[in-house]
Nanobody, 118 residues
Framework: VQLQASGGGLVQAGGSLRLSCAASGNIFRANAVGWYRQAPGNQREWVAT???????NYADSLKGRFTISRDNAKNTVYLQMNSLKPEDTGVYYC?????????????WGQGTLVTVSS
Protein backbone atom coordinates (compact mmCIF):
# COMPACT_ATOMS: atom_id res chain seq x y z
CA VAL A 1 0.00 0.00 0.00
CA GLN A 2 1.31 3.42 -0.92
CA LEU A 3 -0.10 6.71 0.27
CA GLN A 4 0.47 10.00 -1.50
CA ALA A 5 -0.31 13.22 0.34
CA SER A 6 -0.62 16.43 -1.65
CA GLY A 7 -2.19 19.87 -1.60
CA GLY A 8 0.09 21.67 0.77
CA GLY A 9 1.51 25.09 0.07
CA LEU A 10 1.87 28.64 1.27
CA VAL A 11 -1.27 30.47 2.31
CA GLN A 12 -2.03 33.62 4.23
CA ALA A 13 -3.71 33.49 7.59
CA GLY A 14 -7.46 33.19 7.14
CA GLY A 15 -7.08 31.28 3.92
CA SER A 16 -7.96 27.71 3.02
CA LEU A 17 -6.27 24.63 1.68
CA ARG A 18 -7.50 21.18 0.78
CA LEU A 19 -5.15 18.29 1.30
CA SER A 20 -5.54 14.98 -0.47
CA CYS A 21 -4.34 11.54 0.49
CA ALA A 22 -4.50 9.08 -2.37
CA ALA A 23 -3.87 5.41 -1.85
CA SER A 24 -3.30 2.35 -3.92
CA GLY A 25 -4.90 -0.95 -3.06
CA ASN A 26 -8.39 -2.12 -2.30
CA ILE A 27 -7.88 -2.23 1.46
CA PHE A 28 -8.10 1.53 1.58
CA ARG A 29 -11.87 1.57 1.31
CA ALA A 30 -12.66 -0.45 4.41
CA ASN A 31 -10.23 1.14 6.81
CA ALA A 32 -9.77 4.33 8.74
CA VAL A 33 -7.54 7.11 7.51
CA GLY A 34 -6.12 9.79 9.72
CA TRP A 35 -4.34 13.08 9.26
CA TYR A 36 -1.50 14.12 11.52
CA ARG A 37 0.76 17.12 11.53
CA GLN A 38 4.16 18.02 12.82
CA ALA A 39 5.28 21.57 13.38
CA PRO A 40 8.99 22.40 13.50
CA GLY A 41 10.42 21.35 16.84
CA ASN A 42 7.20 19.67 17.93
CA GLN A 43 5.98 16.12 18.11
CA ARG A 44 3.59 14.78 15.54
CA GLU A 45 0.00 15.35 16.60
CA TRP A 46 -3.29 13.88 15.53
CA VAL A 47 -5.59 16.11 13.49
CA ALA A 48 -8.55 14.03 12.36
CA THR A 49 -9.64 10.52 11.42
CA UNK A 50 -12.35 9.18 9.20
CA UNK A 51 -13.56 5.61 9.53
CA UNK A 52 -14.10 3.23 6.66
CA UNK A 53 -17.80 4.03 6.96
CA UNK A 54 -17.17 7.76 6.77
CA UNK A 55 -17.50 8.77 10.42
CA UNK A 56 -15.18 11.66 11.25
CA ASN A 57 -13.42 12.57 14.45
CA TYR A 58 -11.38 15.68 15.11
CA ALA A 59 -8.92 17.04 17.58
CA ASP A 60 -10.95 19.33 19.81
CA SER A 61 -8.87 22.38 18.99
CA LEU A 62 -9.58 22.00 15.26
CA LYS A 63 -13.30 21.34 15.27
CA GLY A 64 -15.18 23.80 13.12
CA ARG A 65 -12.21 24.73 10.96
CA PHE A 66 -11.10 21.39 9.51
CA THR A 67 -13.25 18.86 7.71
CA ILE A 68 -12.18 15.34 6.79
CA SER A 69 -13.95 13.41 4.07
CA ARG A 70 -13.33 10.48 1.79
CA ASP A 71 -14.16 9.35 -1.71
CA ASN A 72 -13.74 5.61 -1.76
CA ALA A 73 -14.32 5.45 -5.50
CA LYS A 74 -11.14 7.48 -5.89
CA ASN A 75 -9.30 5.90 -2.94
CA THR A 76 -8.79 9.39 -1.60
CA VAL A 77 -9.26 11.14 1.71
CA TYR A 78 -9.42 14.90 1.93
CA LEU A 79 -8.72 17.42 4.65
CA GLN A 80 -10.38 20.77 4.06
CA MET A 81 -8.71 23.41 6.19
CA ASN A 82 -10.37 26.79 6.60
CA SER A 83 -9.54 29.92 8.58
CA LEU A 84 -5.94 28.84 8.71
CA LYS A 85 -3.66 30.24 11.38
CA PRO A 86 0.13 30.50 11.51
CA GLU A 87 0.12 27.79 14.18
CA ASP A 88 -1.34 25.38 11.61
CA THR A 89 2.01 25.44 9.86
CA GLY A 90 3.68 22.07 9.61
CA VAL A 91 4.07 18.91 7.62
CA TYR A 92 0.80 17.06 7.28
CA TYR A 93 0.82 13.29 7.04
CA CYS A 94 -1.91 10.82 6.30
CA UNK A 95 -2.06 7.38 7.79
CA UNK A 96 -4.03 4.32 6.76
CA UNK A 97 -4.90 2.09 9.70
CA UNK A 98 -5.55 -1.46 8.51
CA UNK A 99 -7.12 -3.88 10.95
CA UNK A 100 -7.03 -7.60 10.32
CA UNK A 101 -8.54 -9.53 13.19
CA UNK A 102 -6.41 -8.83 16.24
CA UNK A 103 -3.58 -7.41 14.18
CA UNK A 104 -3.16 -4.02 12.60
CA UNK A 105 -0.75 -2.25 10.32
CA UNK A 106 -0.26 1.48 9.79
CA UNK A 107 0.83 2.94 6.46
CA TRP A 108 2.09 6.51 6.30
CA GLY A 109 2.26 8.92 3.42
CA GLN A 110 5.31 11.07 2.83
CA GLY A 111 3.81 14.32 4.11
CA THR A 112 2.90 17.61 2.53
CA LEU A 113 4.09 20.97 3.85
CA VAL A 114 1.59 23.62 4.87
CA THR A 115 2.89 27.10 5.62
CA VAL A 116 0.55 29.75 6.92
CA SER A 117 1.91 33.28 6.90
CA SER A 118 0.69 35.98 9.25
Amino acid sequence: VQLQASGGGLVQAGGSLRLSCAASGNIFRANAVGWYRQAPGNQREWVATISGHGSPNYADSLKGRFTISRDNAKNTVYLQMNSLKPEDTGVYYCKLHVVNGLKYMDYWGQGTLVTVSS
